[in-house]
T-cell receptor, first 115, second 112 residues
Framework: AQKITQTQPGMFVQEKEAVTLDCTYD???????LFWYKQPSSGEMIFLIY??????QNATEGRYSLNFQKARKSANLVISASQLGDSAMYFC????????????FGDGTTLTVKP | DTAVSQTPKYLVTQMGNDKSIKCEQNLGHDTMYWYKQDSKKFLKIMFS???????INETVPNRFSPKSPDKAHLNLHINSLELGDSAVYFC???????????FGPGTRLLVL
């Protein structure tokens, strides 16, 4: 079974609007971390935001926020006030337990921001 | 200062050749990784090292051999290159407790 599922291969959003990228995960560990990364067309992988399984508040970093619903095992990324530069591939990832190296990435969602 | 660097950035080579990719991180992280990203952009972990010790070795052909001379460096050597090895290879590093991974710029390998 997929550990990280991103069901939207591609998404479109109008500039200045908000968009939600979906991510669901599967783990039996109580302690885990969830991450979102951005990969623009230039190819580099950029860390955006982190949510720990024990964090009670949803993580926020500037225009990025993570809608963490533990019972539903979802960790959706919300980008507010989309900009043209947000057009990129977005990956959801999970670290299971506290062990280094046990990270799984989703298949990614390509976001296109329309002017 | 580049946090995670990889050399070379591009690598074009013939089938059957042997090649190496080097990775260095100056973040003081304990864990380093190699990932392969295929043409469909799927990102797959290949290896993970923690303080020079191999901790993850996914199902990767044994033509791929990682080497970590110290915790700041993780190199990848590939023997007898095949067409299917063409991909982007990313190095990354992370540190406890969060293990947020910081990626290098990638090495674009094309096997002809």
């Amino acid at each position: 079974a997929q550990k990280i599922t991103q069901t939207q291969p591609g998404m479109f959003v109008q500039e200045k609007e908000a968009v939600t990228l979906d991510c669901t995960y599967d783990t039996s560990d109580q302690s885990y971390g969830l991450f979102w990364y951005k990969q623009p067309s230039s190819g580099e992988m950029i860390f955006l935001i982190y949510q720990g399984s024990y964090d009670e508040q949803n993580a926020t970093e500037g225009r990025y926020s993570l809608n963490f619903q533990k019972a539903r095992k979802s960790a959706n990324l919300v980008i507010s006030a989309s900009q043209l530069g947000d057009s990129a591939m977005y990956f959801c990832a999970m670290r299971e337990g506290t062990n280094a190296g046990k990270s799984t990435f989703g298949d990614g969602t390509t976001l296109t921001v329309k002017p | 200062d580049t946090a995670v660097s990889q050399t070379p950035k591009y690598l074009v080579t013939q089938m059957g050749n042997d090649k190496s990719i080097k990775c260095e991180q100056n973040l003081g992280h304990d864990t380093m990784y190699w990932y392969k990203q295929d043409s469909k952009k799927f990102l797959k972990i290949m290896f993970s090292y923690n303080n020079k010790e191999l901790i993850i070795n996914e199902t990767v052909p044994n033509r791929f051999s990682p080497k970590s001379p110290d915790k700041a460096h993780l190199n990848l050597h590939i023997n007898s290159l095949e067409l299917g090895d063409s991909a982007v290879y990313f190095c990354a590093s992370s540190q406890r407790p969060r293990e947020t991974q910081y990626f290098g710029p990638g090495t674009r390998l094309l096997v002809l």
